[in-house]
């Protein structure tokens, strides 16, 4: 908890000065656009301000980098109960995020009732000085001490591991991806926004008259689009799958279908998808705050997995965060108590698959439980119940015990907590896409980045690199 005490008017003395350093971060200026209303965009992070087509660096707001004065004023010299005059500025140059910034006032005046005036400049860590100016102040009559614990914090919604997804994926090939009828606006819509963005080549397959009526809902021109025309979902969920088994597709995409429709055709024992690897979805989420990717499995196939079945869905996420860059994935096994006890199944079979990944059974990450969801992602809530692990406090994936449970996670996070939810269904022989209505613009394209890098990853380890 920082606590502030000021210096009185009677006990200032001319010359005396205080200084604070402070460092620029995209987030400041994002709270300040919200705050301000200034949402000027060569502010804003990744922005294209000169029109080049690339996000620039943004420029910190003048009058957010000037607001660092009012901070030495108020926390330091003359400190809490300063009410300011007047300031004025020069501004003689610009800061950037990531840019360290020395704040400094100097009492140059004291005038009378209680009115002080300080010399204010503020400078980079190489010494250039970006603004100056004069504060006139008045000073606090008393003294005071002031403990600023009870402000409340702030979460920036930004989800800046997605954007990390989008600038990995985006140079590799524009993945070949089956979209099996995307007859809507928003699956049509997704697959053209992915195509745009070079991670998937669309092969649309499905209803060509309402794929057609789709292209002009949304004003999308179809022209050099591959469409197969089949009206038939079913057997356009086939066709989809015989394209990856011909090798003229490295992905499935659901479109404006039922995902059982879909996977019915990828799990066909007769020129299906399927490998020895049990179909298993992951949540990729971008959750605010949360300083790296969180995934969650299984939320939307295999309602009650028994323990066998768990293995390949925890072998699947694996996989999958080494395909984005996680290098160990740490895996929490969830139930409700972070205890063995022989009344709750979960907490029996969540030690039996730490202890099978201990033993090679699962390869790749580091998997640990039975640990409840508090202590799977919060240090302190480990630390406090005592648990010594790799994973408590910094799980990677929870694996949840049923379908139920990872899908009610998957939802809060992403309606309470403001997460970007993505993902893919493993466990075949390629990569399949499924988008839900409600997915925004960025979850479309974080999935299809998400697939585009598995299949990458994939083939890379085939090859032995």
Known sequence: MNTYA????????????????????????????????????????????????????????????????????GNQLPG??????????EFRGRAHAGDELTTTVTLTEKRPDRVAVF????????????????????????????????????TVQRHVHFDRLLELAEPLPALPTAVVAPDDPNSLGGALLAHRHTLIEPILIGDKAR????????????????????????????????????????????????????????????????????????FVMDVPGLDHLLMITDAAINIAPNLDEKIDIIQNAIDLARALGVEVPKVAVLSAVETVNPKLPSTIEAAAL??????GQIRGGVVDGPLAMDNAVDEQAAKTKGIRSLVAGHA???????????NMIAKQLTFLAHAEAGGLVLGAKCPVILSSRADDDKARLASCAVAALFHTWQHQQAAGR
């Open 211 to 282: 794929i057609g009526a789709a292209a002009d809902k949304i004003g999308a021109d179809l022209t050099g689009h591959e469409l197969i025309d089949e009206p038939d979902e079913a057997m356009a969920a086939m066709r989809a799958v015989a394209l990856v088994n011909e090798g003229r597709a490295g992905a499935v995409m659901k479109g404006h279908l039922h995902t059982d429709d879909l996977l019915r055709a990828v799990v066909k024992s007769d020129g299906g998808l399927r490998t020895r690897r049990r179909l298993s979805h992951v």
């Open 396 to 406: 990677d994936i929870l694996m949840a015990p049923n379908l139920e449970s990872a």
């Open 6 to 73: 000021n210096t009185p008017y009677d006990a200032l003395e001319t010359g005396m000065q205080a200084s604070a350093r402070r460092l620029c971060r995209a987030e400041d200026f994002l709270v300040y656009a919200s705050s301000s209303g200034n949402h000027n965009p060569v502010h804003l992070p990744r922005a294209d301000h000169d029109g080049d087509g690339a996000p620039d660096e943004p420029i910190a707001p003048s009058m957010w980098v000037a607001s660092l004065i009012s901070t030495v004023l």
């Open 80 to 89: 809490p109960g300063t009410l300011y005059l007047s300031q004025n500025l």
């Open 119 to 154: 010399d204010t400049v503020i400078e980079k860590a190489d010494g250039t000085r970006i603004v100056e100016g004069v504060a006139t102040v008045i000073a606090p009559a008393t003294a005071m001490r002031f403990a600023a614990g009870d402000l409340p914090g702030l």
């Open 354 to 359: 730490a202890k099978m990944a201990d033993r």
